[in-house]
């Protein structure tokens, strides 16, 4: 049995900060996440739904665009495009998430990241 000065229930943004600050300041820290590190917000929430809505305000902009002497035209949105652009987000931020908690600066989170 492994004994660790901070242990952080949740790995979602509060936890995985929280984990991140103690392993900082030199503590030695145990993150558990029953799902997936990064959380509600990475995975299902925060993040997919910024990205929808960033693909909305575009379509805005080129609907608009003639108020600022662009001449562009809006057609339609293509849905399975704009899921595209959210799919290829996550990846790229679970990866940030994963290599911050396996940093060699923080080495008490390193055997912890799957």
Known sequence: MSNFDLV????GS???????RGAQLGLSVALIEKDK??????HRGCIPTKALLHAGEVADSARESSQFGVNATFNSIDMGGVNS?????LPV?????KVSLSHEALPSL???VA
């Open 14 to 20: 509060g936890g995985y900060a929280a984990a991140l």
């Open 110 to 112: 390193k055997e912890l």
């Open 8 to 11: 952080v229930l949740g790995g």
């Open 37 to 42: 590190v990064g959380g509600t917000c990475l």
């Open 93 to 97: 931020s679970i990866k940030v998430c």
């Open 85 to 89: 652009y959210k799919d290829e987000l």
